[in-house]
């Protein structure tokens, strides 16, 4: 199963924004230059985030974004559904009748039990729980130089990035 960079990125942006913005919003240049990921593509997945109510914005000098909700009612599984789309691993595997195959297909049932396995899983996470465990991992990542190996992208370890740029309280 893979999961779309815009689900990839867009959680990795939500949580570098919750991370950081303790001490008011955060811009999305700093979040582009700690995730190492491309602004323009950001400001894509931001608008998504903001039109469904989990992130909110400031305009002005000391403006940017924050979370618009506390992080333990923001779960993985709600964002990545907004920035997936219908949620679904294929098309056939949501509810509406789509294929001329559908009534003799014997691998919908597969498809679609998996998208709610994932799903049921990340609906399980919240916000708060990443930021708990980034700063529970803190002090111990930098020192661990290969601490989520299973966490490989194409551009960088998720967590171990993050936790270096994030400001311990």
Known sequence: MRISTRSRYGTRM???I???STDGPVR???VADRQGLSIKYLEKLIRLLKEAGFIMSKRGPKGGH???????QITVGAVVRVLEGDGMLVQCSG???CCVNEPMCLTRRVWKSAANAMFEKLESITFADLADEMTRLHVD??????LFPEMHDD???TAKHM???????
């Open 155 to 157: 551009h960088c370890d």
């Open 95 to 97: 509810g509406e009748s």
């Open 18 to 20: 919750a991370l950081h």
């Open 66 to 72: 924050m979370p618009s909700k506390p992080l333990d």
């Open 28 to 30: 999305i240049q700093d």
């Open 163 to 169: 936790a270096k740029s994030y400001r311990h309280p």
């Open 141 to 146: 990542i930098t020192t661990i130089p290969d």
């Open 14 to 16: 939500m949580l570098d």
